[in-house]
């Protein structure tokens, strides 16, 4: 008769309550580890269509469409077009020139008023009230057969209003 160990009829062993909470400790830790790294990369990816270069032009309308002294929003092209009241058109960023914010049109007061940090600018893009370094950044316009277009691919930072930053029709 030969000495077999009885472990050995036993077939595969189970693994311990030990090991299997190592190993699900591992396998979590490298699901948020993944999940921590999506995330900052989904943060620092440019998103489709955000891109500096990548929007284009837009075309806002024919001029007959703006009355002078007015201001349009384009949420989608992320600009404001103003009619100046003697007919000339600026396209402004709607971005704060402080940090980025979303400054809305505010018509009562006739300004562009940052609910981040309290910068307010005038309807041609102007600071009236700091922090803000400079006017809003503007987008080039041409004006073709009667219709306006907006380059949102090519931003125009500036220091402050100039009467040659108006487009004529």
């Known amino acids: 008769m030969t000495n077999v160990p009885l472990d050995s009829h036993k077939g595969p062993q189970q693994p311990d309550r030990r090991s ?4 699900a400790w591992k396998v979590l830790g490298l699901a948020a580890v993944a999940e921590f790294l999506g995330v900052v990369g989904a943060y620092l990816w440019p998103r489709r269509g955000e ?7 837009v075309e806002a309308g024919p001029v007959g469409e703006f009355t002078p002294a007015s201001v349009t929003p384009f949420p989608q092209g992320r600009f404001y077009l103003v009619r100046l009241t ?11 020139s402080h940090l980025g ?8 007061d006739k300004t562009f008023p940052c609910p981040c ?7 041609r893009g102007n600071v009236l009230s700091p922090p803000a370094p400079r006017a809003l ?4 316009i041409t004006i073709e057969s009667g219709v306006v277009k ?10 402050r209003f ?6 004529y029709l």
């Open 117 to 123: 940090h309290a910068s307010v600018f005038d309807m």
């Open 86 to 96: 003697d007919g000339g058109f600026l396209a402004l960023s709607s971005k704060c």
């Open 51 to 57: 891109g500096e270069g990548s929007r284009g032009i």
């Open 20 to 23: 299997f909470l190592s190993l």
């Open 137 to 140: 950044d503007l987008f080039p």
């Open 150 to 159: 907006v380059d949102t691919g090519r931003r125009i930072q500036r220091e």
């Open 162 to 167: 100039e009467d040659g930053q108006v487009a």
């Open 101 to 108: 914010c979303t400054v809305p049109w505010n018509e009562k």
